[in-house]
């Protein structure tokens, strides 16, 4: 089991370069404390997104870091002109020699591709084919591509990257019928389900994985709102206290647009915590919900969204060092 970091980087109420600064902070913590990744979210025109051009925070990250491996969660890749976000992964492989996770996908607010032009009913197959420029140019000395909606004769492809063939892919998935492209591309997978939804989703994986003959499966993550302290009552104090800033940006631009939040996410945290969908607590009562949502879920991934509405700087570094001291080690021991 390895642990890693979702983090939306939403406004925290600070000035912007403090907000940047602390979580950048924060990040350095993630690297002492040996979590295998952090996965930053692309939002546009929303509070619940202040790094909308997640390259430019993931170079800061890779010259803060020496063993945290980093990547978006995901790439909006329809709103991205392909050859240059190629030559970006590639830069940040390089900066960070070789520790990107590159994950991919086409957003799920029609609002915000709204923003840049693009057609939300055609996101799946602007993305599908923007997928495959990315793969080509990657792995190409020069790149050829003739489609739908992309068109390249003989680029050159100066820049490659340090991971060969490409950075890792990750996918985050909600429903069982993603799983499958997942499988078709060897994605890494991450979902926000709860437990029950999340084993039908990774259970079809599997099945989809032994299907196309490979051995060794990726990593198949949960992820969830964490905060840890010395007492249960102090842990779900400051979760109720930050969800509720966290659940407001998450549906502002789908109020202002009048549309329904899609997600299904309640007012209150408490209906997250009861159905093991977030945690606050104790270290111990966290490696038995981990240890319940191995055995529910079948995830060998378990990500950690420590950061979110206004926990401070001081307040998630407190959950770091519980989960690092008391957590981790619990189950690095049996690995």
């Known amino acids: 089991m390895k642990f890693g970091i979702f983090d939306h980087l939403d406004d925290s109420g600070l000035p912007t370069g403090r907000h940047f600064a602390d979580r950048l902070s924060l990040i350095e913590a ?15 025109g929303t509070p619940l997104g202040m790094a909308p051009s997640p ?35 590639c830069m940040l492989d390089h900066m960070s020699n070789g520790r990107l996770e ?27 084919e923007a997928l495959k420029v990315l793969r080509q140019g990657l792995t190409s000395d020069k790149l050829t591509f003739h489609g739908d909606y992309y068109n390249f004769n003989e680029v050159p492809m100066v820049l490659k990257p340090v991971q060969r063939p490409h950075p890792p892919l990750w996918y985050g998935v909600t429903k ?52 840890l302290a010395e007492t249960e009552a102090a842990a779900v104090a400051l979760a109720e206290r930050a969800y509720k ?34 945690f606050a607590g104790t270290a111990s009562g966290l490696r038995m919900l981990i240890e319940e949502q191995i055995k529910a879920t079948g995830a060998n991934y378990f990500v950690c969204d420590v950061a979110f509405g206004d926990v401070s700087l001081q307040e998630a570094l407190r959950t770091v060092d519980l989960l690092a001291r008391e957590v981790i080690p619990f189950f690095s021991a049996r690995d």
């Open 30 to 44: 993630y690297d002492r404390c040996g979590f295998y990744a952090y996965h930053l979210a692309e939002h546009h």
């Open 55 to 89: 390259g430019v925070f993931l170079a800061a990250i890779a010259q803060r870091t020496k063993r945290l491996r980093f990547g978006p969660l995901v790439y909006l890749l329809p709103l991205y002109h392909p050859i240059r976000l190629i030559e970006e992964i």
């Open 102 to 128: 590159l994950g991919v996908g086409r957003g799920v607010s029609p609002i915000e591709v709204g923003f840049y032009g693009v057609d939300p009913a055609e996101g799946p197959r602007r993305f599908a």
């Open 176 to 227: 069982p019928e993603s799983a499958y492209w997942a499988a078709v591309e060897g994605a890494h997978v991450v979902t926000l389900s709860a437990p029950g939804a999340a084993r039908a989703i990774f259970d079809r994986y599997r099945a989809e994985w032994v299907q196309f003959g490979r051995n060794n499966l990726p990593m198949m993550g949960i992820a969830r709102h964490i905060v």
């Open 245 to 278: 800033p966290w659940r407001k940006h998450m549906e502002l631009l789908w109020t202002l647009h009048g549309m329904k939040l899609p997600l299904g996410l309640p007012p209150e945290i408490g209906p997250l915590l009861e159905i093991g969908a977030a």
